[in-house]
């Protein structure tokens, strides 16, 4: 089954053009990782999707479920089961994690037509989901990302994957600023979080994440464009070669 279906997508920040056209189809039970040297549009992209502000969609279109994702906004989407972990989460003190978590999960219950939990039934639920990531309790009293490394932060926003139970997560750079250990953790949840009904987008740099996490298909991004796809193998050649070594090679349609 089709759930995002992206066709010569363009957005611009600021006037100036970033994506240039592109096209992505994504079914449930797969995995994609899209890379790309800095620079190339990856968070750009993954941002529009989200529905970020400070990005105008130019042309193209993007159908998340057979619907017009624009024409949801950006609170809308979270509920239809779009979720974006960013790459650098916001801090917002003073506001308990636990407090925020909840909060979340039962705007999105209640979209689905759920139960919602109360304050104590919420917390032997999201106790379970934190076990998931090996993520102490303590953390559902402190400040939403107050004072987390980075490594916490990114557990933190799996932590609110694995609540809210999105069709599509896109991850942005989650890898960035893990130690192994982290990354470990964090690529665990991710897997056990994946299932046959739900999709994933990985944005990395590196492939190091593909260590953990298997693609479907991998996705090379340049100058807001996709101008490779392949399997997973395609991360390897990447490795091996750097993105000079396939910057000349014919575009393959998604
Ligand atoms: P990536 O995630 O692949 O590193 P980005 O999507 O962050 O790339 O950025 C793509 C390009 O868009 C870069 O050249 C970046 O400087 C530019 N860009 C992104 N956001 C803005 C912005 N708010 N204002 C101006 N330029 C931007
Ligand atoms: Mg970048
Ligand atoms: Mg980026």
Redesign the pocket.
Known sequence: KVLLEVRGLRATVNGIEILKGIDLTVRSGEVHAIMGTNGSG??TFAKVLAGHSAYQVTGGSVLFEGKNLFDLDPAERARAGVFLAF?YPIEIPGVANSHFLRLAYNTVQAQRGKDELDPLEFEDFVREKMKLLEMSPDFLDRGVNEGFSGGEKKRNEILQMALLEPRLAIL??TDSGLDIDALRIVTNGVNRLANRDNATIL?THYQRMLNYIVPDFVHVMQSGRIIRTGGKDLAFDLEAHGYDGIGNAQPVAA
């Open positions: 990856k968070s790459q942005d750079e944005v």
